[in-house]
């Protein structure tokens, strides 16, 4: 099953309001679904990616009995979740190594709606009511639910104060629709984040051949790659090896851009198939549809790149 979607808040503090709504954090981690029945747990991406191995910690969650749990995965650093952090996690499928680094770090997967209870399908109910059998789970180790609040305009403060993600509501009576992105939900973020594809790296300026940009783009209806920015923040040290390690098998002679890269950032880059997604972080989008201040947080393997849209 895909995931129930929310829908981007037409500003970044123009939350619903009214009585028909409830407010949740914008949990910083990776979208997951749990679903437990004959003492076992499988545990899948927002693409129905098999992600099992790599939260051997959350293995407890194989006691809830015939259960299907939709929840953010979120690894916690001084308080706070770390989406950097997380990125060592996800792409881990090593069982030894993902037992070493659930010892070291353990995440949590903060749950916010349960879709099946003792083989009953639960999406058509409300929310509210889906909510009350997931407050009456008894939740294992490093499971919780994610809490409710009543005022969005305070916790939109209180989030802004605590550097969290943002602010998702939810409105109480809606159903639970599998693989749509629905009004039902609305969500706003502090700073905007999108996945993109990576068409091409440029090399640092010290001559060391080391990454040390890349260019990103997002697909359009037509098929094409539409161009987006050139990054470089957050591509210090382990991330850019990994990331030069992920795009060297991918090179090739031209720009797989299907509009003009401008030569400020098309010169020296090092173009590459569009394969490699990654989440990047960003203050607005001009006019022509580039990111500004854009910084990358990491690759994404459980989902797929976000599409063109007019800004």
Known sequence: MEPMLATPAPARAALP??????????WDGVRVLADAHDDSVRLSSRNERDVTSAYPELRGLAA????????????????????????????????????????????????????????LDLTALPLSE?????????????????????????????????????????RRDAPYRPGRRSPDWVKAAHRRARTAVVG???PESTGTGRLGAVLLGAPDAAGGLRY?????????????????????????ATSPFRDDVPAVDARGTVWCDPVVVVEALYLARTPTGRLRQPVVRGVRTDTTADPWEQP
């Open 17 to 26: 309001h009214g009585p028909g709504w409830v407010f949740e954090v914008k």
């Open 64 to 119: 809830l009995g015939d259960v299907l749990l939709d929840g953010e995965v979120v690894l916690m650093e001084a308080g706070r979740p770390s989406f950097t952090a997380l990125a060592e996690r996800m792409h881990v499928r090593d069982t030894r190594r993902a037992a070493a680094l659930a010892a070291a770090r353990p995440v949590t997967y903060l749950v916010f709606d349960v879709l099946r209870h003792d083989g």
């Open 130 to 170: 889906r909510r009350a059998v997931l407050d009456g789970l008894v939740l294992p180790a490093h499971v919780q639910a994610s809490p409710w609040y009543d005022d969005g305009d305070d916790l939109w403060r209180v989030t802004a104060g605590h550097g969290l993600e943002g602010v998702v509501a939810k």
């Open 200 to 202: 091409g790296w440029r």
């Open 228 to 252: 987006l920015c050139r990054a470089g923040s957050g591509l210090g040290g382990p991330a850019a090896r990994e990331m030069r390690a992920l795009l060297a098998p991918l090179e090739r």
